[in-house]
């Protein structure tokens, strides 16, 4: 199994729903990453897990909470999102940290 | 200076053409380098890593400059399925462990 998969693929919310995002990934991958991308604009980092533990955080407000329940998962929990985080939201995940990524084929969030 | 940065395009070819992207980077301890591909509303895919020697892959070839920093990607004999926007991505080796996407470059081959 070489992909890395994401549901669901769209999701509409308003600004006082929580939800989550869920990632799957089964080629052994210990780090996976969450992005959050732009219509025109490359992805931009937002969270790396790394053997399970939280790595990286950009500074991404407290809005968005990842967990990583295990080695082949990752969630991204949303709450009381805001219009202007409506985007394409990436899972990757490489083999370690700092390798070529692979990326699931996103979520695409609208906030009403 | 952004850490890397590519020309946005976009690059109008006739089918058959041959087109070259280059992508400069800050560090010149970076350490790995890629291309990868997205097209509109998709993920991006791994298009091919960047070797110190240069690598092809059919009619792709990517080369790495170490002295002038850049990396570049040339296509040959452009299809239509080829349009699509390349994304430099590199690990700038700066100790923050993660990698480093250029905005990308979009490519529009026409009939």
């Known amino acids: 199994d070489t992909e890395v998969t994401q549901t669901p693929k769209h999701l509409v919310m308003g600004m006082t729903n929580k939800k989550s995002l869920k990632c799957e990934q089964h080629?052994?991958?210990?780090?996976m990453y969450w992005y959050k991308q732009k219509a025109k604009k490359p992805p931009e980092l937002m969270f790396v897990?790394?053997?399970?533990?939280?790595?990286i955080n950009e500074s991404v407000p407290s809005r968005f909470s990842p967990e990583c329940p295990n080695s082949s998962l990752l969630n991204l929990h949303l709450h009381a999102l805001q219009p202007e985080d409506s985007a394409l939201y990436l899972c990757?995940?490489?083999?370690?940290?700092?390798?070529?990524?692979?990326f699931g084929p996103g979520t695409r969030l609208t906030v009403l | 200076r952004k850490e890397v940065e590519q020309d946005p395009g976009p690059f109008n070819v006739p089918e058959g053409a041959t087109v070259a992207f280059n992508c400069t980077y800050s560090?010149?301890?970076?350490?790995?380098f890629f291309w990868y591909r997205q097209d509109c509303r998709k993920e991006p895919k791994l298009l091919m890593s960047?070797?110190?020697s240069g690598n092809e892959d059919g009619r792709f070839t990517a080369q790495l400059n170490r002295a002038s920093q850049y990396i570049s990607l040339l296509i040959r004999d452009s299809k239509l399925s080829d349009s699509a926007t390349y994304l430099c991505?590199?690990?700038?080796?700066?100790?923050?462990?993660?990698?480093?996407f250029g905005s990308g470059t979009r490519l529009q081959v026409q009939p």
């Open positions: 560090n010149s301890a970076s350490q790995s």
């Open positions: 080629m052994g991958h210990r780090a």
């Open positions: 897990y790394s053997y399970e533990k939280l790595s």
């Open positions: 960047v070797y110190s």
């Open positions: 990757a995940s490489s083999q370690v940290q700092d390798n070529e990524q692979f």
């Open positions: 991505v590199v690990n700038l080796g700066t100790g923050r462990r993660a990698l480093t």
